[in-house]
């Protein structure tokens, strides 16, 4: 059985001390992501010792060092028994009067669609993994990537995310390590979910930076955001940009990092502004945005235009497992992503894995960090 070749014991990860997150119920103003009242998912940043001794915790008792994203629905998967939730009779009584999905009739917007307004369980583990380290270490090649994200070194890592739903990993990216990440999903999930929880997590004391456009007479001292980002949001179309040709990019965290967006749909050819850019990307990463059999060709196939442009790009994947006994089930199955992965002649690794489990779950399901490259 596959799983049981990817689940090394000295790959699991347990929970790293310093990490956490929640959730709780937020009335927010009708120009927020979906109707009020919106949950809010919360999850804290790797510090270092000086950061730490300067901190402060909020009303809830979690470090000021985090970031927060609007969200339709709750986490699933996602919260530890001791993390702060939302009940599910608190949604019902908090949503009962909301009406029909405002997305409903948005073009290529699907059901499948609408769970990219929530957290999924596999998101847990790629945020952990990457900027978490556990000591003695986490294996070799994965304590690689972490020092790779985490280098001060001249050269920045860019990161483009498939399928980023409401932005938690490429944010946390982005504010903990000082990446270039651009956030790709459909157009609705961009406009509705994406761009807010950018603009909601932007460095506060550089806010007015995230659309510059270089002209004459600009100060020297003014930091400009990545030209490769603005490149690859050029072609997105969004009702409430505040002029024309404003360029969504932003500042996130105190490291240098920069975030955008951009609209990829699985099923058609690459845009041409990110078509682009592929060869200047470092990692392509995915979490839990496979799960429906449908989805897995179409992503393999969106990696596949960027593997070709790009040989030394990585993907990294993250997916919990949900097999049943039917085989004729809708979800994607572990077996399936690796035998599709060599079919393609690209070599699959299990960089790391811990278990979760889903409300209305009888057993914990595996949870798994992969890493996928068109190179042996």
Partial sequence: MIVSSLTDP????????????????????????????????YCTLPTSTKEKEEEEDDDDGTATTKLTFACRDRSVGVLETTERKVHQDEMEAATQDQGMDPNFFDAGYTLAGRTGFQVWSAT?????????????????????????????SSKTTKILELGAG???????????????????????????????????????????????????????????????LCTASRSVKLEDTEEEGERIVFP???????????????????DVHVSSIASELDYIIASDCVWLKSMLDALLNTVDALFQQNKEATLLLSFQRRDSSDSNNMFTKIDTIVDSVHARGWTI?????????????????EVFLLEISSSS
């Fill in 124 to 152: 847990r583990i790629m945020v952990e993994a990457l900027l978490f380290p556990l000591p003695p270490g986490d294996g070799e090649r994965l304590t690689k990537i972490q020092r790779d994200l985490r280098s001060s």
């Fill in 252 to 270: 996130i965290g105190n490291k240098g990092g920069w975030a955008s967006v951009c609209t990829i749909d699985w099923t058609k050819p690459l």
């Fill in 349 to 365: 690794d299990c960089l790391a894995w811990r278990d979760a489990l889903v409300e209305g779950d009888a057993d914990r399901k």
């Fill in 10 to 41: 000295l790959k699991r990860r347990l929970p790293p001390p310093d990490f956490h997150c929640g959730e709780y119920l937020e009335l927010l103003g009708e120009d927020e992501i979906g109707s009020s009242p919106t949950v809010m998912f």
């Fill in 166 to 228: 409401v932005g938690v990993v490429s944010t946390s990216l982005a504010a903990s390590t000082g990446s270039q990440v651009l956030l790709s999903d459909l157009p609705t999930l961009v406009e509705n979910s994406l761009l807010p929880n950018l603009k909601r997590n932007q460095t506060k004391n550089n806010h007015h930076h995230h659309h510059i456009v270089r002209s004459e007479g600009t100060s020297n001292n003014m930091v400009l955001p990545p030209s490769w």
